[in-house]
């Protein structure tokens, strides 16, 4: 069953596998876009160090996912504040332009230059939010989003620090625009697939869930400590962070509670979601992952995953 978002991305569901830091790579991408969904790579996709070239791995991983798929798949660039410099940004367009990539998701406030050169190659274009606003989507519509992602506070990763809710965020922001608008934030099974359209939203931008798929790089046992966690066991350690426990997050997450609002900064200096989530030292990082992870509990193919998902548009 065809609709706006899947027309807009060519492919067979409306479903987006949304980035994630370290935890992409060019058979885990392919296998999405081969499922039926678009599959995204995020940034340091196929990279196991900061040592590597980044610009030179990410044209071999494009390559890689070109072998094995015919279907589309996605870049992402994630956007520095309005005002700031956007060097890296131009550089991960003109790359993956040049290796003939015409789908990016682009994370953050729209930039004019950005968003005008993406539409001018002819790609699409999918707008994300880091803090959800009508204003800011209808923004991203006037500058050319073709579609627009809206986040609530369920995610994983780097959560809304306004701390707004997805069921609550989904319906301000389709109410705001007329491109249709995917929704994100703690979507983990098809009940949650079906109360987002529920609330009007097209299509699905899903990130945890697929991190424990057999296809994702995510290191064996930190995909069994996600399965065998609940939300209870996190535990929030920055403004937009939140993490399966252990004593180095414990700490974090007290002097977070104690008033120190650049614990953030800690966790990325630990080495972001590479440490625990792709070298497996569980102990060393953070886990990060959505509030639906109690509905997380086994570990299936990334088709078997996007069947599950997408029942209801066969
Ligand atoms: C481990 C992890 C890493 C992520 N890294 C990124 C990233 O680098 N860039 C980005 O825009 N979003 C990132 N995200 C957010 C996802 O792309 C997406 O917004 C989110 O996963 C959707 O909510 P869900 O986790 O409830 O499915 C990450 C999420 C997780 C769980």
Redesign the pocket.
Known sequence: MKNRVSEILNTKYPLIQ??????TDAEFVAAVSNAGGLG?F???AGRDSLEQDSMKVMREQIRKAQQLTNRPFAM?I?LNPQGEDQTYAHKILDNSLAENVNYF?I?GEPDEEIYRQIKASGAVLIA?S?NPTPAEAQLQEHLGADLI?A?GY?????IPTKGNG?FTTIPRIVDAVSVPVLA?????DVRGVRAARALGAEGF???????VTKENRTAENAKVKIISSTVEDMVLVAPQQRSIRNAKMDELAKRFADGDHDTFAETRKMGG?RTA?LEGKLEDGK??????IDLIQDQPSVAELVQRLMQDYQ
């Open positions: 949304a980035p994630l830091n370290w935890l995204s995020g940034p340091n992402t994630g998701i994370g994300r880091y992602v986040t369920d995610e994983g990763g780097v997805t994100a934030g703690g979507i983990t931008y899903i990130g945890s869930r697929f991190i979601t989530m886990i990060s992952i959505n509030t639906g």
